[in-house]
């Protein structure tokens, strides 16, 4: 559990790379699927466990969102060594830390489910200064209709880490205008954990031409082990082809 994946990729689409990255608190569980239907058709992928991911809510307090955006440059660095076009996949904060992927590298595409550039609970905007009386609130995981379903996330949140990422948001938004890449937003219409704005954002905010939103009815925040996480690996991969000419 937890564990990283990492697919060198066969045939044709070896050439492709994708870097499918977590959200906050999460682990790799909740994108396994996806990366592991990726790395079945041929992609090659490479899917990190985040710094301060994958142990303890109290390892994650002491993490700064450089590492998390670090651990996904590794990610990128590693397939762009050895692939003609790379893209990014990811949920949540994964989405955020893709977006900022895209603003430092030329990536050939962004899939993201449910991006977040902002908090849905109005609390976190002060979560710099909740930290110093508050340690952690209640997990926000498991925003899943599929009964059943787990994501393997931490049990409580750090509030050092909502003010961290409060950071990695603000910095990310900062610079969306240097993202070009083709991109597709899967998009919940109910979502408990990322509002709307963060959408609008982008709308607003990036520089692509090539900009697809694709409304996901039957799933809540975590799309991706939801039902409709066949349709956003079938989506995605067919974009992913459309845009390599495959």
């Not at 608190?25 to 990726?38: F, I, N, Q």
């Not at 409580?156 to 961290?164: F, W």
């Not at 090539?210 to 991969?237: C, G, M, W």
């Amino acid at each position: 559990m937890h564990e990283p994946l990492i697919s060198a990729g066969r045939g044709e689409l070896s050439r492709m790379g994708v870097v499918v990255t977590h959200g906050f608190t999460g682990s790799p569980e909740s994108m396994r699927p996806w990366a592991e239907d990726l790395a079945a058709q041929g992609f090659a992928v490479n899917m990190p466990l985040l710094p301060g991911h994958g142990t303890s809510w109290q390892e994650l307090s002491q993490t700064p969102w450089q590492q998390w955006y670090t651990g996904v440059e590794a990610a990128y660095l590693e397939l762009a060594s050895r692939c003609e076009l790379v893209f990014a996949a990811g949920l949540s904060m994964g989405g955020a830390l893709s977006l900022r992927l895209a603003e430092h590298h030329q990536l050939a595409g962004l899939a993201l489910v449910n991006p977040g550039l902002t908090a849905a609970d109005p609390r976190a905007r002060f979560a710099g200064l909740l930290k110093h009386f508050v340690k952690s609130v209640p997990a926000i995981g498991n925003d899943i209709v599929k009964p059943g379903v787990e994501e393997h996330a931490y049990p409580r949140t750090p509030v050092a880490s909502v003010h961290q990422l409060n950071q990695l948001f603000r910095d990310t938004t900062a610079g969306l205008a240097k993202v070009n890449a083709p991109t597709i937003v899967f998009r919940s219409t109910v979502d408990h954990v990322v509002p709307d704005s963060s959408l609008r954002a982008i709308q607003k905010g990036i520089s692509s031409k090539d900009l697809r939103i694709v409304k996901l009815a039957n799933s809540y925040h975590v799309a991706t082990l939801d039902h409709d996480a066949p349709e956003i690996f079938a989506q995605s991969s067919a974009f992913f082809k459309e845009i390599a000419g495959v």
